[in-house]
């Protein structure tokens, strides 16, 4: 039943986005215009955002991700992403009711990986569109990914010692509230970390 509500709210958010499109969704994305679809990378995969649906690859988009690619949509703007200084999650505005899961969700379930991670960064950094993290973030190894166009997020990795076990902390680009509301960011860190770990499998 829940996966039947989600595609609705695709399909809504889809409704309210072509109702008005933006003249300039293409360069605020950014995407690829072709007569009214738009394609760019999300999630590691092509995404195709079109009136009757979103796709990451063949597959249609009925559930979170979907949602979040047409959130993102409807929040398109001009502005670039603002990379430094980074902002944990704890420290947006209004994150305090997500906090939680997103310690659980986004970090936690990337410590038991954290060897493999190190190994197969290479791998994720390229289907992620990523890049290294910026000079000075510490860390026993760290990159960034773009899980949206607009989306960074910087991926801190510190590795189990005789005194420590492995942890993880996930940082934003400092405008990603500019582009998504604060519980869709929480599940871009959320889905971002499991793509992570699908690609290291």
């Known amino acids: 039943m829940m996966s039947n509500n989600y595609a609705k709210i695709v399909q ?5 986005l072509y109702e008005n499109l933006p003249g300039d969704l293409a360069g605020a994305l950014p995407a690829q ?37 047409s959130l993102y949509a409807l929040n398109a703007k001009p502005e670039t992403c603002l990379i430094e200084p980074l902002k ?3 420290d947006l505005p209004n994150s305090m009711p997500y906090a939680g899961a997103f310690v659980t969700h986004t ?3 990337l410590v038991p990986h954290v060897e493999n991670i190190e190994r197969l960064s290479n791998r994720i950094i390229e289907i992620l569109k ?10 026993d190894f760290s990159f960034m990914v773009y899980p949206l166009p607009k989306i960074a997020l910087c991926y801190i990795f ?24 604060i519980d869709a960011l929480a599940d871009v860190g959320e889905y971002t970390s499991k ?7």
């Open 88 to 90: 944990a999650f704890k």
């Open 158 to 181: 510190y590795e189990a010692d005789e005194d420590f076990p492995a942890s993880v902390t996930c940082l934003y680009s400092n405008n990603a509230l500019s582009f998504l509301p």
């Open 33 to 69: 215009q072709n007569g009214d679809s738009f394609l760019f990378e999300a999630f590691g995969d092509t995404c195709e955002i079109r009136s009757d649906g979103i796709f990451l690859g063949e597959v249609r988009q009925t559930g979170v991700i979907g949602i979040l690619i």
């Open 130 to 139: 990523g890049c290294k993290a910026p000079a000075g973030i510490g860390g």
């Open 12 to 16: 809504d958010n889809l409704k309210k």
């Open 195 to 201: 793509k992570m770990l699908d690609l290291i499998v």
């Open 107 to 109: 970090q936690q379930i």
